[in-house]
């Protein structure tokens, strides 16, 4: 009896023992939490007292919350209350303002108007790309950084500023009146019927962009579209409840979508289409990117693990991580990640482990070996982690250096406020054309300049022979060296011809970007799209387009 007794004990003692573990874990992680808290709080009060310089207690300790958050992942982030109008701006895309990109060029004294918005108060003013800002209600902006100008800029709707622009063909400074008002940037720019059918280019899943996804569907449908094309490329992604009401409107209502798990229940949820679907049958295609991320991601991956789409383009960039804002004190915000996405299949496509890092402190890139495989509801292999793979590869074009560091430089800026003074119009959007004479005028604009291009294959021998004349190797390899710099000669306005296309393509752009705005630049590049090639291809080659959803043989 007293050894059945004892063994119960036992058997006791050993069920309570994972408990005390447990136990003890969270006991030691308070600990250190509130331990860690008031040495913090010793830091910055020793610091206030005894450090030889009056320190800014805001700068300080928001520089201090700014460093710990980097360490967690990127998308953790503290908002004070002086920054509430960046995140407003994230998740409405909204903010009160002008309506215009502006951009600052090395070595320029003042800021420019790079790009105004259509019809938003900047354009409907008078104001231009190309305009230098001269004041801003009399106050100089001389030697603005473009932070400082953007804060001038913006304001409350309704309120008056006057904008004074030094514009390129005209002698004197011009005054321009604005009445700043709520800037609401399209979630869907621009929408066409293309071969026969439709294109939508979503660029953010900001508040009601299904809606104009829907408006869009509806709109080319009643145009005769045979299919669709929905553009995700560069769409960094935002509220996750537009990705579902979007993946509904190709979906029946009631289909499962997404389900989030985070570390507390609250951060566990189920989301489910609540809408009737425009179209379950209409054939769909969805463009991705490597810049096609979070949202994106949900769209895509939901519409291939339902083998409701074809994926086309390049791999995505494989966030599968949800924030929530938490209100803090004196009106700051937390974005913090609490959970991760899975979708239909039951996958997650976050790529990068930020729990591990090496000791650099880099996190780490889950490897594709070690990714799992899933199933669509077809039965199509699908795997998790590195974002979503599209069932149709298309390489992204590498863009030559040249194209890179002109379209980086003031020179292109500069010669298409030249090309654009001298031209009141051109041809209708979509059918603008750069001529021999125009593109010969460039050449001789870019060699006449300041522009200095240095090719990479030149920078490296320079680069070796600095580490040779280190290493008292230089005087030997001299003849060698000579002989390489002088096969290595770079021929600028070579270049400027081997690279011709591309170069047409990057100017023609600016150029129609000033006459029709983003839509026309748009429809400028569909007209040499690769991945719209593919798309439209694939659409029209109904038996193929089918047998990529398909089944695969058993």
């Known amino acids: 009896m007293k050894r059945f007794l004892k063994g119960i004990a036992l058997i006791t003692i050993l069920s309570f023992a994972p408990l ?78 002008i309506g215009a990109i502006i951009r600052q060029y090395a070595n320029r004294d003042y800021i420019y108007i790079d790009e105004p918005y259509e019809n938003m108060p900047a354009a409907k003013s008078g104001l231009k790309a190309g305009d230098e800002i001269l004041r801003i209600n009399g106050e100089s902006m001389k030697g603005k950084a473009s932070s400082y100008v953007s804060d001038h800029l913006r304001g409350e709707a309704g309120s008056k500023l006057t904008v004074t622009v030094r514009r390129p063909g005209v002698e004197d400074s011009i005054d321009v009146d604005v009445v700043r008002s709520v800037i609401a940037l399209p979630a869907v720019p621009y929408y066409c019927m293309w071969h026969g059918y439709g294109y939508i280019l979503l660029e953010s899943f900001t508040e009601n ?19 669709i094309i929905l553009d995700l490329r560069g769409n960094g992604g935002g509220l996750l409840q537009e990705a579902v009401d979007i993946v509904g409107l190709f979906v029946p209502k009631g289909t499962k979508l997404v389900e989030t798990r985070g570390k507390i229940p609250q951060a566990a949820s189920t989301y489910v289409t609540q809408r009737n679907p425009i179209d379950e049958k209409i054939p769909l295609v969805v463009l991705t990117d490597d810049q096609s991320a979070s949202a994106s991601e949900i769209v895509s991956g939901s519409l291939q693990d339902l083998d409701r789409a074809v994926i086309v383009g390049a791999r995505t960039f494989g966030k599968g991580l949800v924030q929530t804002t938490r209100m803090l004190s004196f009106n700051g915000t937390l974005k913090v990640t609490t959970a991760k996405y899975y979708i239909p299949s039951g996958r997650c496509i976050q790529e990068i482990d930020y729990s591990k890092r090496n000791d650099k402190g880099q996190a780490q890139h889950i490897p594709d070996s070690l990714t799992k495989v899933f199933y669509t509801a077809a039965g199509r292999p699908v795997r998790d982690g590195g974002g979503i793979r599209p069932d149709v590869e298309c390489k992204q074009d590498t863009m030559p250096d040249i194209l890179y560091y002109i379209s980086q430089n003031v020179v292109l800026f500069d010669f298409v406020n030249d090309w654009c003074a001298k031209h009141p ?36 021998l320079a680069s070796l022979v600095k580490i040779a004349k280190k290493e008292g190797l230089a005087e030997k390899a001299q003849a060698e060296f000579d002989a390489l710099e002088e096969k290595l000669q770079y021929d600028f306005r070579n270049d400027l011809d081997v ?33 719209l090639v593919e798309a439209v291809s694939l659409l029209d080659d109904s038996k193929r387009y089918a047998s990529i959803l398909s089944a695969p043989a058993k």
Do not use: W
């Open 425 to 460: 119009s051109i041809a209708p959007m979509g059918e603008f054309k750069l001529s021999d004479e125009d593109y010969n005028a460039f050449k001789d604009f870019v060699c006449n300049s300041d522009f200095k291009f240095e090719s990479n294959s030149g920078k490296a």
């Open 20 to 97: 005390a573990a447990v136990a003890q874990k969270a006991e030691d992680h308070n600990f250190e939490l509130s331990k860690n808290l008031e040495i913090f709080h010793e830091i910055v009060s020793e610091l206030d007292l005894f450090y030889v310089d009056t320190i800014n207690p805001s700068k300080t300790i928001e520089s201090g919350i700014q460093a710990m958050l980097r360490g967690i992942d990127p998308y953790t982030e503290y908002y004070p209350e002086k920054d509430m109008n960046d995140l407003k701006m994230m998740t409405t895309g909204k903010y009160a303002g």
């Open 209 to 227: 962009c299904s809606r104009s996804v829907m408006e869009a569907l509806v709109e080319l449908k009643d145009k005769g579209a045979k299919g």
């Open 499 to 531: 690279f011709r296309s591309d170069l047409e393509r990057l100017i023609s752009m600016e150029i129609v970007l000033r006459y029709y705005y983003q839509r026309g630049a748009v429809a400028q590049n569909m007209k040499t799209d690769k991945f």
